[in-house]
């Protein structure tokens, strides 16, 4: 059953880059890509060899692998309702959120090999940003693990539902906020816009601007694997654990398909933050989380 | 023989060490520090398979006999400081090999000997439960560590950083043994640690310890010594510096915090709570700023010792709250980032001190692209780099994961105040983990990646195999801790079971640990995998290799493209900047500069807290003791004069009966 949840979850992942795509093209009156055009794309550049820059060193080859390892991993956790993921033991999202970390670490270390400004730009600021949405996931999973008394994923999302009638509204909320952080943690709008054409605004996409060929490849299924992970938890929160097992197997690959149609959706229809607006951008999530906090306490009976 | 008699022996023996000369006296001393470790780990093996280990040594110091004795405390912390004090001895071979040419032979011995001594010191700190021949350890502790700091004296800011630190040290020994005289004198029966759970005034007495303590520790904000005495110190002497000394202060806090009755485990738990969240988070922020490398090391000392505090104090908390699951794990969490952070700290230190030994700077913009030439070191770097992070499957990991599991398991057992207070320490060390991946992803790339920034990287080549060796070791335990955490914890819940003596140690969270080992161990054969996969798939394609992409600009000098540490920083001083004590200094572009000429940029970061703590008063000090220099006027006559005004003064004080 975990072996086919993460299959689902796989496949969800590979497919939502090219819903954003075809959202996209849609919106703006363009024929746009197949569906399954990124996966062709991710094919090809996995049977290419690569250029390497002069500068860089071995820790440039394997820190794509490391981060694609930390991501394939940690997807590894991820529960739907009671069905548990491939490994799950009590404080895993601890472990999930700090492998998660290690692949960024890798990453930048990545990006900082090539010795280039540009390259640099872009790790610094995703560095930045990664470090500041880190506070919000953790009050989000404190507030469940207080809502609901335990503390992995799987028995919080089991659980999570059934804690009092507000469940549903405060999925929405954490739906919210988790989206927002898969927005900031995948640098997607309106943290950073991928479509951008000039090195100097980039944040993710000139951070791997020298990787090409297999690691090319490998960055980017990493990245589809991310959405998964997001999807997979936003299904959590809002599939309901009453249904069928097919429903919510059907139930959240949907929810999968409409959080890229989402993304594709506003980055059709909203500008990019100015980048020094960023920071504060992604401490309001913060203090959004917080306010999430603070009503799992009211409604808890906690104040 | 026993073990006495051994420790006993080496120490008569070290005055060899000025007999020897070159090889063998480094061979000698490594002798000396094995025998020590053989005769102080065994008993502390001994402690932990469950039988109980003292000695009265028959040997008197101002009329009190020195006793010996472990306990489970005792016995972890001697394990700590004997693996890095073998590491260190063992690093300092190759490291100190420059300075046979530039040092006398007198000057090396004189170091090896102070270097034993300081590890025999420590161990008897540790060993001995009564006040007297504690303080006198502790202070050949400090002494031998003064002289350790002073080893490169020739050099102003050494001797500065040793004095100021000497100083310090000084200021905190006066704490202790006010603390102490209290506990004697206020009903605890002995000048003892162990008074404190009879005494009647155990919060003010504790309070005195802790601050005396938290000197040593560097808790913030009485850590201003910490930035300045670990750079200036040869390298394995700063690896041992924030490994096992600064741990010192730990022992003692955990020391007290035994004998201190239950009671007011509550409000002082809260104490060293708030403390330690402020030393964690500051320290790191303050580590951002710096460019030395070693700086930046030493902030993160304080730092870890934030972390190692937060698990202290929550486990204190825990306790006094009903939650003995909480404290266990706290507790425990706390009690392993000791080990952990001697193990990590020391790592970097010691490969921080390679590169500076290649390449006679410790200013991170200076170096740059040294992975390429020293591939090993900066391996071990690195390695020690993810594992001060925290990030799986190292052993910060494993310490600051037993924390989070009690806050997570416990947030919704109480009431809002205990939620709050949970949510607090999971919110400190998550800004934490994010604040130190920022920071080390900057040191490391600025110092290892990239290309060289100035001529300083020239003739730097692989350090010798006896400095890697033992960096190797500490490398493998922090791996070996990371994938087998049940074997260490196993340990160190005995330590806890001090604290919690009436609590039944819960034993479910061994087995969570052994999962997250496992997922540590899936993690890196996934790795090695996909690494396997990766290279069958690169012997099939062609690679190409060419410059890096400069957006069609290729004129400049490489070098002069790349991020800077201070750049790297800048988006975050930006944020941070109200609380960082950053100075700015530059001259503009003016409006009619059209062909710019060379244009001048530094920033400086100060510590506000010790402008403001120390220097600030110790000026203030110092403008007074000036002031009363009028009295050394120089001429005889008036000397005669104070003699005679005092023995007025002392006869008038007789005659109304004051003396």
């Given at each position: 059953?975990?072996?086919?949840?993460?299959?689902?979850?796989?496949?969800?992942?590979?497919?939502?880059?090219?819903?954003?795509?075809?959202?996209?093209?849609?919106?703006?009156?363009?024929?746009?890509?197949?569906?399954?055009?990124?996966?062709?794309?991710?094919?090809?550049?996995?049977?290419?060899?690569?250029?390497?820059?002069?500068?860089?060193?071995?820790?440039?080859?394997?820190?794509?692998?490391?981060?694609?390892?930390?991501?394939?991993?940690?997807?590894?956790?991820?529960?739907?309702?009671?069905?548990?993921?491939?490994?799950?033991?009590?404080?895993?999202?601890?472990?999930?959120?700090?492998?998660?970390?290690?692949?960024?670490?890798?990453?930048?270390?990545?990006?900082?090999?090539?010795?280039?400004?540009?390259?640099?730009?872009?790790?610094?600021?995703?560095?930045?940003?990664?470090?500041?949405?880190?506070?919000?996931?953790?009050?989000?999973?404190?507030?469940?693990?207080?809502?609901?008394?335990?503390?992995?994923?799987?028995?919080?999302?089991?659980?999570?539902?059934?804690?009092?009638?507000?469940?549903?509204?405060?999925?929405?909320?954490?739906?919210?906020?988790?989206?927002?952080?898969?927005?900031?943690?995948?640098?997607?709008?309106?943290?950073?816009?991928?479509?951008?054409?000039?090195?100097?605004?980039?944040?993710?996409?000139?951070?791997?601007?020298?990787?090409?060929?297999?690691?090319?490849?490998?960055?980017?299924?990493?990245?589809?694997?991310?959405?998964?992970?997001?999807?997979?938890?936003?299904?959590?929160?809002?599939?309901?654990?009453?249904?069928?097992?097919?429903?919510?197997?059907?139930?959240?690959?949907?929810?999968?398909?409409?959080?890229?149609?989402?993304?594709?959706?506003?980055?059709?229809?909203?500008?990019?933050?100015?980048?020094?607006?960023?920071?504060?951008?992604?401490?309001?999530?913060?203090?959004?989380?917080?306010?999430?906090?603070?009503?799992?306490?009211?409604?808890?009976?906690?104040? | 023989?026993?073990n006495?008699?051994i420790l006993?022996g080496s120490m008569l023996l070290s005055?060899l060490l000025?007999?020897l000369?070159?090889?063998p006296r480094y061979w000698a001393a490594i002798l000396l520090h094995l025998t020590v470790i053989v005769a102080s780990s065994s008993?502390?093996?001994?402690?932990?398979?469950?039988?109980?280990?003292?000695?009265?040594?028959?040997?008197?110091?101002?009329?009190?006999?020195?006793?010996?004795?472990?306990?489970?405390?005792?016995?972890?912390?001697v394990m700590v400081i004997n693996l890095t004090m073998l590491t260190g001895a063992w690093y300092s071979g190759?490291y100190l090999?420059?300075?046979?040419?530039?040092?006398?032979?007198?000057?090396?011995s004189?170091h090896r000997f102070t270097y034993l001594w300081l590890h025999l010191a420590m161990i008897v700190?540790?060993?001995?439960?009564?006040?007297?021949?504690?303080?006198?350890?502790?202070?050949?502790?400090?002494?031998t560590?003064?002289?350790l700091?002073?080893?490169?004296?020739?050099?102003?800011?050494?001797?500065?950083?040793?004095?100021?630190?000497?100083?310090?040290?000084?200021?905190?020994?006066?704490?202790?043994?006010?603390?102490?005289?209290?506990?004697?004198?206020?009903?605890?029966?002995?000048?003892?640690?162990?008074?404190?759970?009879?005494?009647?005034?155990?919060?003010?007495?504790?309070?005195?310890?802790?601050?005396?303590?938290?000197?040593?520790?560097?808790?913030?904000?009485?850590?201003?010594?910490?930035?300045?005495?670990?750079?200036?110190?040869?390298?394995h002497v700063?690896g041992v510096?924030?490994g096992v000394?600064?741990?010192?202060?730990?022992?003692?806090?955990?020391?007290?915090?035994?004998?201190?009755?239950?009671?007011?485990?509550?409000?002082?738990?809260?104490?060293?709570?708030?403390?330690?969240?402020?030393?964690?988070?500051?320290?790191?922020?303050?580590?951002?700023?710096?460019?030395?490398?070693?700086?930046?090391?030493?902030?993160?000392?304080?730092?870890?010792?934030?972390?190692?505090?937060?698990?202290?104090?929550?486990?204190?908390?825990?306790?006094?709250?009903?939650?003995?699951?909480?404290?266990?794990?706290?507790?425990?969490?706390?009690?392993?980032?000791?080990?952990?952070?001697?193990?990590?700290?020391s790592?970097?230190?010691?490969?921080?001190?390679?590169?500076?030994?290649?390449?006679?700077?410790?200013?991170?913009?200076?170096?740059?692209?040294?992975?390429?030439?020293?591939?090993?070191?900066?391996?071990?770097?690195?390695?020690?780099?993810?594992?001060?992070?925290?990030?799986?499957?190292?052993?910060?990991?494993?310490?600051?994961?037993?924390?989070?599991?009690?806050?997570?398991?416990?947030?919704?057992?109480?009431?809002?105040?205990?939620?709050?207070?949970?949510?607090?320490?999971?919110?400190?060390?998550?800004?934490?983990?994010?604040?130190?991946?920022?920071?080390?992803?900057?040191?490391?790339?600025?110092?290892?990646?990239?290309?060289?920034?100035?001529?300083?990287?020239?003739?730097?080549?692989?350090?010798?195999?006896s400095?890697?060796l033992p960096?190797?070791l500490?490398?493998?335990?922090?791996?070996?801790?990371?994938?087998?955490?049940?074997?260490?914890?196993?340990?160190?819940?005995?330590?806890?079971?001090?604290?919690?003596?009436?609590?039944?140690?819960?034993?479910?969270?061994?087995?969570?640990?052994?999962?997250?080992?496992?997922?540590?161990?899936?993690?890196?054969?996934?790795?090695?995998?996909?690494?396997?996969?990766?290279?069958?798939?690169?012997?099939?394609?062609?690679?190409?290799?060419?410059?890096?992409?400069?957006?069609?600009?290729?004129?400049?000098?490489?070098?002069?493209?790349?991020?800077?540490?201070?750049?790297?920083?800048?988006?975050?001083?930006?944020?941070?900047?109200?609380?960082?004590?950053?100075?700015?200094?530059?001259?503009?572009?003016?409006?009619?500069?059209?062909?710019?000429?060379?244009?001048?940029?530094?920033?400086?970061?100060?510590?506000?807290?010790?402008?403001?703590?120390?220097?600030?008063?110790?000026?203030?000090?110092?403008?007074?003791?000036?002031?009363?220099?009028?009295?050394?006027?120089?001429?005889?006559?008036?000397?005669?004069?104070?003699?005679?005004?005092?023995?007025?003064?002392?006869?008038?004080?007789?005659?109304?009966?004051?003396?």
């Amino acid at each position: 059953m975990s072996i086919l949840l993460y299959l689902l979850y796989t496949c969800c992942a590979l497919l939502i880059p090219g819903v954003i795509a075809i959202t996209k093209a849609k919106l703006s009156g363009r024929k746009g890509p197949g569906l399954w055009q990124p996966i062709y794309d991710i094919l090809r550049l996995l049977s290419k060899g690569s250029v390497y820059s002069t500068t860089t060193s071995y820790l440039f080859q394997y820190a794509p692998l490391v981060n694609f390892a930390a991501t394939l991993l940690a997807l590894a956790f991820i529960p739907l309702g009671d069905i548990p993921g491939l490994m799950h033991f009590q404080g895993d999202f601890v472990f999930f959120a700090y492998l998660l970390g290690l692949g960024k670490f890798l990453l930048i270390l990545n990006a900082m090999d090539t010795g280039s400004g540009f390259e640099g730009m872009g790790a610094n600021r995703e560095a930045l940003y990664s470090m500041l949405v880190e506070p919000a996931f953790f009050i989000v999973m404190g507030s469940m693990a207080l809502l609901s008394g335990h503390n992995s994923f799987v028995d919080i999302f089991s659980q999570f539902q059934d804690t009092s009638q507000y469940a549903i509204l405060l999925g929405f909320l954490g739906a919210y906020i988790l989206g927002q952080i898969a927005m900031v943690e995948n640098s997607r709008l309106p943290v950073d816009d991928p479509r951008t054409h000039l090195e100097l605004t980039m944040v993710h996409e000139v951070m791997v601007l020298d990787n090409s060929g297999f690691d090319f490849g490998i960055i980017m299924i990493t990245n589809s694997l991310k959405f998964g992970i997001y999807a997979g938890l936003l299904a959590n929160l809002m599939v309901p654990i009453w249904l069928p097992l097919g429903f919510r197997l059907g139930f959240a690959l949907l929810i999968s398909l409409l959080f890229g149609v989402m993304v594709g959706l506003l980055e059709s229809f909203r500008a990019r933050n100015k980048m020094a607006r960023n920071p504060q951008f992604i401490l309001t999530l913060s203090a959004v989380s917080l306010l999430f906090f603070f009503t799992v306490m009211i409604i808890a009976n906690r104040i | 023989m026993t073990n006495q008699s051994i420790l006993l022996g080496s120490m008569l023996l070290s005055p060899l060490l000025f007999l020897l000369r070159g090889q063998p006296r480094y061979w000698a001393a490594i002798l000396l520090h094995l025998t020590v470790i053989v005769a102080s780990s065994s008993a502390a093996i001994s402690v932990f398979q469950g039988q109980a280990w003292g000695v009265d040594t028959g040997i008197y110091l101002l009329g009190v006999p020195i006793r010996l004795e472990l306990d489970a405390l005792s016995a972890f912390f001697v394990m700590v400081i004997n693996l890095t004090m073998l590491t260190g001895a063992w690093y300092s071979g190759g490291y100190l090999k420059p300075y046979e040419s530039s040092k006398s032979a007198i000057e090396l011995s004189f170091h090896r000997f102070t270097y034993l001594w300081l590890h025999l010191a420590m161990i008897v700190v540790v060993m001995v439960p009564q006040g007297t021949p504690f303080l006198f350890a502790w202070e050949l502790m400090t002494l031998t560590a003064f002289i350790l700091v002073a080893f490169e004296w020739e050099k102003p800011e050494s001797v500065h950083a040793a004095l100021n630190y000497l100083v310090q040290m000084h200021v905190g020994f006066v704490f202790i043994l006010i603390g102490l005289f209290l506990i004697q004198y206020q009903g605890g029966g002995s000048f003892s640690f162990s008074g404190l759970a009879k005494t009647q005034m155990p919060v003010q007495a504790f309070l005195l310890l802790l601050v005396g303590f938290a000197f040593k520790a560097g808790f913030m904000p009485f850590h201003t010594w910490l930035p300045h005495a670990h750079p200036a110190a040869p390298s394995h002497v700063s690896g041992v510096m924030s490994g096992v000394i600064i741990k010192m202060g730990i022992y003692g806090i955990l020391r007290c915090v035994i004998y201190l009755p239950k009671e007011h485990w509550m409000t002082m738990g809260a104490t060293i709570l708030i403390v330690s969240i402020i030393s964690g988070v500051m320290g790191v922020i303050y580590a951002i700023m710096q460019h030395d490398v070693k700086k930046l090391l030493a902030y993160h000392s304080i730092e870890n010792i934030g972390i190692i505090g937060i698990g202290i104090g929550l486990g204190m908390m825990g306790y006094a709250l009903g939650h003995p699951v909480l404290a266990t794990l706290a507790f425990a969490g706390g009690i392993l980032h000791i080990l952990n952070h001697s193990l990590f700290k020391s790592l970097l230190f010691y490969s921080a001190g390679s590169v500076y030994q290649q390449t006679h700077t410790r200013y991170v913009e200076k170096l740059g692209g040294l992975i390429k030439k020293m591939p090993y070191t900066a391996f071990l770097f690195l390695l020690g780099a993810l594992a001060i992070c925290g990030l799986p499957p190292f052993n910060g990991f494993i310490s600051e994961f037993l924390i989070y599991y009690g806050a997570f398991s416990h947030i919704g057992a109480g009431d809002m105040n205990e939620a709050l207070i949970l949510l607090t320490c999971i919110l400190s060390l998550a800004l934490i983990g994010g604040l130190a991946i920022f920071c080390f992803t900057k040191v490391f790339s600025i110092v290892f990646l990239g290309s060289s920034r100035s001529s300083a990287t020239t003739g730097a080549q692989e350090v010798s195999l006896s400095m890697l060796l033992p960096q190797g070791l500490i490398g493998l335990v922090i791996l070996a801790i990371g994938l087998v955490p049940g074997f260490f914890v196993h340990y160190i819940e005995q330590v806890a079971g001090l604290y919690l003596p009436d609590a039944s140690l819960p034993h479910a969270y061994l087995d969570t640990l052994r999962y997250v080992g496992i997922a540590s161990g899936i993690f890196i054969l996934l790795l090695v995998v996909l690494i396997l996969l990766r290279s069958i798939q690169q012997r099939r394609v062609e690679v190409a290799y060419g410059p890096t992409w400069g957006c069609g600009y290729t004129g400049a000098d490489p070098a002069l493209h790349q991020y800077t540490a201070t750049s790297y920083a800048d988006n975050f001083v930006q944020l941070a900047e109200p609380i960082l004590g950053v100075e700015t200094h530059y001259t503009p572009f003016a409006e009619t500069e059209i062909f710019p000429h060379t244009h001048h940029f530094e920033r400086h970061q100060h510590d506000p807290m010790e402008a403001n703590l120390v220097e600030k008063p110790g000026n203030a000090l110092l403008y007074y003791l000036q002031k009363s220099a009028v009295f050394q006027s120089g001429k005889l006559q008036h000397y005669l004069w104070y003699g005679l005004l005092f023995l007025m003064v002392v006869g008038a004080m007789s005659y109304l009966k004051i003396l």
